[in-house]
Every structure is written in structure tokens, then in C-alpha cells.
């Protein structure tokens, strides 16, 4: 299991001349995702159509459409729009998806020491009484993290021949499937279609950021009318 990588916010608490309670708000934070992508493009010219190849377990899957959407959306902005001819299609895209979940890895971490723990022991009481009480115990135990990964690979339709594959993974705390999906593709898909070689990190911004209402630039203030000379 990969190390987990923690993102820390901190909340200031307000006192005013009453003692006031502040609450803490977390806004959308970026993803940063693990990404490997080989190419040979060569020859592919852009923009370009695609068909979708869809599994038969895939279409069985009723989140699967989650999935294809945002596959498609990021394929979209890299110059890749579905055919709606699939014959005639230049090439052919597979999606793969899968999820996961799972305990931080840690140096001194043994499921037997962390796991919930229930024992029985002989108690005393006032005078000469005397029980058996139940004691419950729960090691603290590295935090969980979220497993999220997304693979992309790209044929010719005419030849066969696969000119791209990518794939990007995520494992932090948990995020929304709407917005870790799409950040992954977007992810896998940074530098099409000649991207870097070897794995890289890719830091991908929260999807709403650019939604996000900017504030207004502050107006000048109306210059003063001058008051009317005194008759």
C-alpha cells in the first residue's frame, strides 16, 4: 500500500468580548495523483474521433456510467471527440476504472495489535462483591486511506495497433466519486499526446475552482461634486 499523503487544515477560533464558538469550513482541495502514459501518436492526427469500447462486465455496472462520462469529458479537451459513427471512428478507446479501500502502511502497524479487542476480567465491588465486567479496548490504528485508479488505452481502429496508455491513481482520504473521477482522467491525460516519460506526479485542481464566483475589483469612488458658489 502506498504512503498516504495527508493534507492538514487548521481552523483559527475567533473570541470576541463573548465566548463564541467558530466553525471550521474546508473548501475543495487539489488532488494529487501518481501517473505513468507511453506513447507512439506518430501519425495520428488531432483533433481525432474515437468509438467507446465497452466492456460486457462494465456494462453491467450501473456506476459504469459515472465513469465513461468523465472519461469522455477528458478525452474531450485533449482533442478526442466520440463518433457517432463508430465505424468510421479513427480510434478505439478502453476505460478501465477500479476502487479501493485499506489501512495506511506503516513501520510498527500489525492488524493483531491494532484490531478491537474484547476481554474478560474478575471486579470488585463495595463490601465483598464481586463480577465479571466486559473491557473493551481499540488500539489506535494508522488511518484509512481510499484507493482510486483510472487507465485510459487508445488503438487505431484500422490497424489495431495501441498508440496510447495511460493510467493515474489517488490514494488519500476519501473524496466524492463526482470529482475524483474526473481529476484522474484530466490527470492520465496531462501532456497528450506526447507526455513525459516515466512515473510523475500530476496535481490536479478542484473541479468547481474556475466555477467558483470571483470577487468584484473595488469601484472608485465618485468624485465629489463641487458645492455652488454662494450668491
Not at 473548501?27 to 466492456?55: F, N
Not at 485499506?102 to 462483591?129: E, K, M, N
Amino acid at each position: 500500500m502506498p504512503q498516504l499523503k495527508t493534507t492538514v487544515v487548521r481552523c483559527a477560533a475567533v473570541l470576541g468580548s463573548a465566548l463564541a464558538l467558530a466553525g471550521c469550513a474546508v473548501g475543495p482541495t487539489a488532488i494529487t495523483s501518481d501517473v505513468q502514459s507511453y506513447s507512439s501518436m506518430q501519425g495520428v492526427t488531432l483533433p481525432a474521433t474515437y468509438r467507446l469500447e465497452v466492456l460486457p462486465s462494465q456494462a453491467q455496472q450501473a456506476s459504469f456510467a459515472q465513469i465513461e462520462a468523465a472519461a469522455e469529458a477528458a478525452l474531450e479537451k485533449v482533442g478526442l471527440k466520440r463518433d457517432v459513427r463508430p465505424d468510421l471512428a479513427r480510434l478505439v478507446v478502453q476505460v478501465g476504472a477500479s476502487a479501493g479501500e485499506g489501512r495506511a502502511s506503516h513501520p510498527t502497524w500489525d492488524p493483531y495489535y491494532y484490531g478491537p479487542r474484547f476481554g474478560w476480567g474478575l471486579g470488585y465491588g463495595g463490601g465483598w462483591y464481586s463480577g465479571w465486567n466486559m473491557h473493551w479496548m481499540m488500539m489506535d490504528a494508522p488511518p484509512r486511506v481510499y484507493l482510486r485508479a483510472v487507465k485510459l488505452v487508445l488503438r487505431d481502429q484500422q490497424t489495431q495497433r495501441i498508440v496510447y496508455e495511460t493510467s493515474a491513481q489517488y490514494d488519500e482520504v476519501r473524496v466524492d466519486d463526482s470529482t475524483i473521477w474526473p481529476a484522474l482522467f484530466d490527470a492520465a491525460l496531462t501532456g497528450f499526446p506526447f507526455p513525459p516519460s516515466g512515473p510523475r506526479q500530476v496535481t490536479t485542481p478542484p473541479k468547481d475552482a474556475a466555477a467558483q464566483p470571483q470577487a468584484p475589483a473595488p469601484q472608485a469612488a465618485p468624485a465629489a461634486t463641487p458645492a455652488p458658489a454662494a450668491q
